[in-house]
């Protein structure tokens, strides 16, 4: 089962942070509590002998980012330990790169490295401000609030959340996806090789499909959209997401498959674990699916059809980032713009248009999580 929120740790400040929350969140609803401008307070939790230098402003960037001397004084300033400080605002231990770390406490407003939502009203209702939310850092799989069963949305503003409800496959999916991130050890890079593997099929735009269209009806009567507002959503395509990942994920069907290449050859084993992934997604028809359109587009499969790619390499026993690895033209797209583009027919702005209103265009997203050593955000 995900971890909810955590009572709020004690400190010496009137608002202590709630668990993964961003640190310009939490920067902004202490502000708020003391009657401050976010910059005062800002410069003065980071006086000291040197002079304070704080690039950009609350307005242009979500996130704060710190060198080391300012999230020295940060930890100073709320009586906690550094370390506890930083397992409870992921960002505040993200480098950037245009932040100097010299003697100078220095902090930048930027735009967060990573996706975040707002945090759920229900479990966090005290820490919520009038015009000050809670923003959070999701996870790999904490974009569904399981207390209250609702899929939190990215929301400056206000509470903004989808009741799940009518959509029990999603609940079941995301007991799978929490299941998955606790026990594989690249938990998040499996599962958005599954989104990107999902992707290839969304935008083939299925003239047979059916469990898309009757999910996007009730996902549209829940947010009150159209249903073609919805379809590029993450949400639409999470059943089917999390079922190739877990079938991907799964070790016994990797060494089933290098064992079926060397008895019958790939082309047999590939067929099996196909009919495999119809059956666990409800499409019986796709091995055949799959089989005809490589036959017809061998050049566009080899390059755009990520499990195609993923079988050859399972088969030759490859492992690590090879295993992960999704080519750029085959990954599913991180804005919703571009996916609207491509998965709706004709005013694609219009639609956005009215997802964004819907706050259906940010939040989580199933991408590869940052490992450490990867490059500062930018």
């Known amino acids: 089962m995900p971890v909810h929120s955590p009572a709020p740790a004690p400190t010496l400040v009137r608002i202590p942070p709630v668990a993964r929350e961003l640190t310009g969140s939490w920067i902004r609803r202490t502000a708020a509590a003391y009657g401050l401008p976010v910059q005062d307070l800002l410069r003065g939790i980071l006086c000291g002998p040197h002079r304070v230098q704080v690039t950009g402003a609350p307005g242009t960037g979500r996130e704060l980012f710190l060198n080391a001397p300012a999230r020295r004084a940060l930890a100073r300033f709320t009586g906690l330990p550094l370390s506890r400080l930083t397992g409870l605002l992921p960002g505040l231990a993200a480098t950037h790169g245009q932040l100097v770390d010299d003697e100078v406490p220095r902090a930048m407003w930027s735009v967060p490295c990573e996706a975040w939502v707002g945090a759920c009203l229900r479990c966090t209702g005290r820490a919520w401000r009038p015009e000050q939310p809670v923003l959070v850092y999701p996870g790999a799989a904490g974009q569904v609030c399981w207390r209250h069963r609702r899929w939190l949305l990215a929301h400056a503003g206000k509470p903004a959340d989808i009741p799940l409800e009518p959509l ?86 990797q060494q089933r498959l290098r064992a079926s290449v060397a008895a019958a050859g790939a082309a047999a084993a590939a067929g099996v674990f196909l009919q495999e992934v119809g059956r666990r997604i409800g499409r019986p028809w796709l091995a055949d699916w799959l089989s005809a359109r490589t036959r017809v587009h061998p050049r566009e499969a080899a390059q755009t059809d990520p499990l195609r790619r993923w079988l050859l390499t399972a088969a030759d026993g490859t492992s690590g980032d090879g295993l992960w690895t999704v080519a750029r033209a085959a990954a599913r797209p991180t804005e919703y713009s571009d996916r609207a583009s491509l998965l709706t027919d004709g005013r694609p702005r219009t639609v956005v248009e009215e997802a964004r209103a819907a706050s259906l265009t940010g939040g989580w997203e199933p991408m590869p999580p940052q490992r450490p050593g990867a490059a500062p955000c930018l």
Do not use: F
């Not at 593997?197 to 009757?214: A, D, L, P």
């Not at 549209?220 to 959209?225: I, L, Q, S």
């Open 168 to 253: 029990p496959e999603i609940l079941a999916a995301h007991r799978h996806h929490v299941a998955l991130v606790r026990t594989h050890p690249r938990g998040g890079d499996v599962v958005a090789l599954a989104a990107a593997v999902v992707w290839s099929w969304q935008v083939q735009k299925w003239k047979s499909e059916t469990i898309w269209r009757n999910r996007a009806r009730r996902l549209a009567a829940v947010t009150g959209c159209t249903p073609v507002a919805v379809v590029p959503h993450a949400l639409l395509v999470y059943p089917e997401t999390i079922a190739v990942a877990r079938l991907l994920g799964d070790w016994r069907w």
